[in-house]
């Protein structure tokens, strides 16, 4: 395994397969903005690359924490040996910590590969593992509820506009509205500004509009796109998109959009069912036949036994991260 400058990772990840949104320099122009971590950029054989990461890393009581969210492969199929020698050389850098978040499909070969080279799965699950993949090139199924609403946007002057390097005001605007969606929802979850300016300016990145009659966002939805896959980010709505089912006209339009654009997958990302009210954004997600996909998910390693529980009480308790 190699360290490699920024300008190197992101020229040798070019033609790789499997390039999540969080290892794209999109994500890393935001993650900046709003952490101001050191990052450190991996790769197995810079000559014949393969499996290559960006790394946070982070201080927690003065140990540090070398945080991995997801990897990118060069090709769909691996064996568990590359795995296992990948993170073997990860554990001999040093860190106190090393934890990792994998959103790519999950495969046998990548669990024995990593369990193979020490690590296990967390002490408490606070990523989603789960969602849908929408093959965006076959006709897509809606159930009854989608049919629904869809019918109904069709009584309503809405319209759909992608943009894909915004002006700074429309991403204000954007961010505004999120923000007062959350908070109607009683969520404590808030966007900033400036980072998300910064992060659509890029390439990997773009902003989906619904506008009603009077050219007003009444849905809109930030999604990335890299290669043949793109996928939700964050998505928002007001009270009216309710009654004029604004959202489902917005994920109809932008499935037609992105199959334009030779797109293949879209991600719903975090499919999670439950037994309160956040079942709704299940169901929801859940209403297009597409195919169910587990993530690799979350595999971490403590330089001392006594760091695993601690790090579930930091997260739980002081990060106040929400288990699942």
């Not at 709003?34 to 201080?59: F, G, P, Q, T, W």
């Not at 978040?101 to 690590?119: D, K, L, P, Q, W």
């Not at 759909?160 to 929802?185: A, R």
């Not at 089912?245 to 499935?255: E, I, K, N, S």
Request: aromatic share 16%; with cysteine.
């Amino acid at each position: 395994m190699q360290i490699i400058d920024k300008h190197t990772f992101f020229q040798t990840i070019l033609d790789f397969k499997q390039v999540p949104y969080t290892q794209t320099q999109g994500w890393l122009t935001y993650t900046e903005s709003e952490d101001k971590n050191e990052v450190l950029y991996l790769v197995d054989n810079l000559s014949d690359s393969r499996i290559a990461c960006m790394c946070h890393i982070k201080k927690t009581f003065n140990k540090e924490l070398l945080l991995i969210e997801s990897l990118c492969f060069k090709y769909t199929l691996y064996k568990a040996s590359s795995i296992k020698h990948f993170f073997e050389h990860i554990k001999d850098l040093g860190y106190d910590m090393v934890e990792v978040v994998c959103n790519t499909h999950y495969s046998f070969e990548f669990e024995i590969g990593i369990r193979r080279a020490g690590f296990m799965r967390p002490i408490g699950m606070f990523s989603i593992p789960f969602s849908n993949w929408i093959n965006l090139q076959e006709p897509i199924t809606y159930n009854s509820n989608w049919k629904r609403n869809l019918t109904k946007s069709e009584n309503y002057d809405l319209s759909f506009i992608v943009e894909n390097t915004p002006s700074e005001q429309l991403v204000y605007d954007f961010v505004d509205f999120y923000n007062q969606f959350t908070e109607d929802k009683g969520l404590s979850h808030k966007l900033n500004h400036e980072p998300f300016y910064r992060m659509l300016k890029t390439k990997d990145f773009s902003l989906g509009l619904v506008l009603d009659e009077k050219d007003q966002i009444t849905s809109g939805i930030i999604f990335h796109h890299k290669n043949e896959h793109a996928g939700l980010l964050y998505a928002a709505k007001n009270l009216d998109a309710k009654n004029t089912g604004a959202t489902f006209f917005m994920y109809d339009r932008l499935f037609k959009y992105l199959k334009e654009k030779g797109y293949q997958y879209f991600d719903m990302e975090k499919l999670l069912p439950s037994s309160h009210s956040s079942d709704g954004v299940f169901l929801f997600k859940d209403g297009i036949k597409a195919e169910r996909v587990l993530y690799n998910g979350e595999w971490s390693w403590y330089k001392s036994p006594i760091y695993r529980p601690l790090m579930y009480l930091v997260k739980k308790y002081l990060i106040r991260k929400t288990e699942i």
